[in-house]
């Protein structure tokens, strides 16, 4: 049975992830944020240690916060918690698990980014730092991997229904968003999911250090 390592289980992208992974027929590893807290190096390092020592087929990391704050407001500590949460214990977990990919010469490995890496908005420069900074660890983490078959990619959703969406905007906010989207709507967790399980599937065996962006067209504009 394939193995996938999933943070972010909880989360609208996450939960939808892991649901049809299970589909797929994949044993799944998500461990609860009192056995992984992604705000705290030392117990990533502890879980990476002592209680996950084997070499899964594949690893989506999908968690992340977002806590909107334009310049005036945005303090020190939310901008570190930021970067802890959707970079630096991300990277961590592709270097450990990305060179015991290496040695086995396989695996696949994909970071839920967002297209705020890609083009920014107001309120969001923490936010989008982090998913920049991302989007390079795992451009340059590709290069390193791929002379042993390991795939590692991101991809970069545009805004989906999930309950941070609609925790960070209000109905205007969303309707507007809307009438931005060439396909005029916001992204269901289950169409990311999908794009997500093919990227780290046994069918990807040619797509290595990509940010794929699937967003309704957004970016095009």
């Known amino acids: 049975m394939k193995t996938l390592f999933l943070?972010?289980?909880s989360g609208g992208i996450g939960s939808a992830i892991a649901k049809n992974a299970a589909k797929l027929g994949y044993?799944?590893?998500?461990?609860?944020?009192?056995?992984?807290?992604?705000?705290?190096?030392?117990?990533?390092?502890?879980?990476?240690?002592?209680?996950?020592n084997i070499v899964p087929d594949a690893v989506i990391l999908s968690a992340g916060i977002?806590?909107?704050q334009e310049l005036s407001a945005l303090d020190f500590p939310t901008?570190?918690?930021?970067?802890?949460?959707?970079?630096?214990?991300?990277?961590?977990?592709?270097?450990?698990?990305g060179l015991r990919m290496a040695s086995q010469q396989r695996g696949r490995i994909l970071a839920i980014s967002s297209c705020y890496g890609i083009r920014s908005r107001a309120g969001r420069i923490a936010y989008s730092a982090s998913k920049s900074a991302l989007n390079a660890v795992v451009s340059g983490i590709a290069l390193e991997l791929a002379p042993y078959n390991v795939l590692v990619n991101g991809l970069a959703p545009g805004f989906v229904s999930t309950e941070l969406t609609f925790r960070n905007n209000d109905g205007a906010a969303i309707t507007a968003l809307e009438s931005r989207i060439p396909l005029a709507r916001l992204a269901t967790p289950e169409e990311i999911?999908?794009?997500?399980?093919?990227?780290?599937?046994?069918?990807?065996?040619?797509?290595?250090?990509?940010?794929?962006?699937?967003?309704?067209?957004?970016?095009?504009?």
């Open 7 to 9: 943070t972010g289980a």
């Open 27 to 52: 044993s799944i590893v998500a461990p609860p944020r009192d056995q992984l807290d992604l705000s705290h190096p030392e117990s990533v390092e502890t879980f990476l240690e002592t209680k996950f």
């Open 66 to 68: 977002n806590n909107p």
């Open 79 to 97: 901008w570190r918690l930021t970067m802890e949460v959707n970079l630096n214990t991300a990277f961590r977990i592709m270097q450990v698990l």
């Open 193 to 221: 999911a999908q794009v997500a399980l093919f990227m780290v599937g046994e069918n990807n065996t040619y797509m290595t250090g990509q940010i794929l962006a699937v967003d309704g067209g957004f970016l095009c504009q």
